[in-house]
């Protein structure tokens, strides 16, 4: 992913390209209150979810670290790119459960849109910007996502 990010902030041309950072909703109670297999089964479909929601060519989904995704949108058009995106997901996470009785597993997304060409940011620049709009996300009641420019 950070190789994939860098690449395409070296091109010549000025294009418009979107990072996400991705975190599941009060996970660590899954584990506390389901165990560790139940936690598993929900990141596989939440894994899933992300998998058919980046699946363009040049779209990268990653498993970061725990309940911790990240995506990487190389060649968008403007934030109506982003924001159907992100209602996709919401839309396909219907399904997604902790168990039968329990409503939908949420997901809190930051996101940053970034020209490159012109923004010469770097991965760990990009990864943080969209880590505190995630954590923005969070701070106003999770299940939902932030754009940040």
Do not use: W
Not at 26 to 54: C, M, P, W
Request: charged share 30%.
């Amino acid at each position: 992913l950070k190789t994939e990010v860098s690449k395409s902030s070296n091109k010549n041309e000025i294009k418009l390209g979107a990072f996400f950072v991705i975190d599941i909703d009060y996970f660590k109670q899954v584990n506390d209150n389901y165990g560790h297999e139940r936690g598993d089964t929900v990141i596989r479909s939440v894994a899933k979810v992300l998998q058919n929601t980046f699946g363009d060519e040049n779209e990268i989904v990653a498993r970061i670290g725990g309940d911790e995704f990240a995506a990487f949108c190389p060649d968008i058009n403007d934030n109506l790119f982003i924001e159907n995106k992100c209602q996709k997901i919401r839309n396909l996470m219907q399904e997604v459960r902790y168990a039968e009785d329990k409503p939908p597993v949420t997901l809190s997304i930051g996101i940053v849109n970034f020209r490159y060409g012109e923004d010469d940011s770097q991965f760990s620049d990009l990864f943080n910007r969209a880590d505190n709009a995630l954590y923005d996300v969070k701070a106003r009641g999770r299940n939902g996502y932030e754009i940040c420019e």
